[in-house]
């Protein structure tokens, strides 16, 4: 059954209709050590081997040799009222590329740590410290403060 609801067909042209697949893949990073060929990706449920490699293929242009897929149970645990609640059971499709192609992950953070500014970081310290002192009342807890 599918997922989506499309409009009526109505007569007349141009057709405002797109048929979107039902189907959702989603790269993931694998907790542990693999080659660097193997690629990992939560997808849905209803995805066969086949339907990840024609994903795979006619939208990305990647040409996977192998396909696996997993499906892994949802965790049980307490919510506050007490009852057992299982989280719903997903599919890990691990896909494996051609030899001579790897797939690392970027890194989108390394310039982070370069943009901070340790004379930007010592006057907001000074800032906020005479900000308290200011705002300070006697005989009110300092959690009621804003």
Known sequence: ????WYPLYQ???PQLRVFLPNFWMKLIKSM???PPNVVQFHC??????FDIRNYLEKIY???PIKVNT???MGKFRKDPRGT?????DSKIAYVVLPKDE???FPDLFKDAKDDVDENTMNETKKDLQQYIESNKAPGVPTWFRV
Not at 1 to 4: D, F, H, K, L, Q
Not at 84 to 88: E, F, L
């Open 32 to 34: 542990h050590k693999q």
């Open 70 to 72: 997993v499906i892994t």
């Open 61 to 63: 242009n990647v040409k």
């Open 84 to 88: 057992i609640v299982k989280d719903d």
């Open 11 to 13: 007569r007349g042209n």
């Open 1 to 4: 059954m599918s997922t989506r």
């Open 44 to 49: 849905s449920m209803e995805m066969t081997k």
């Open 102 to 104: 790897k797939f690392v």
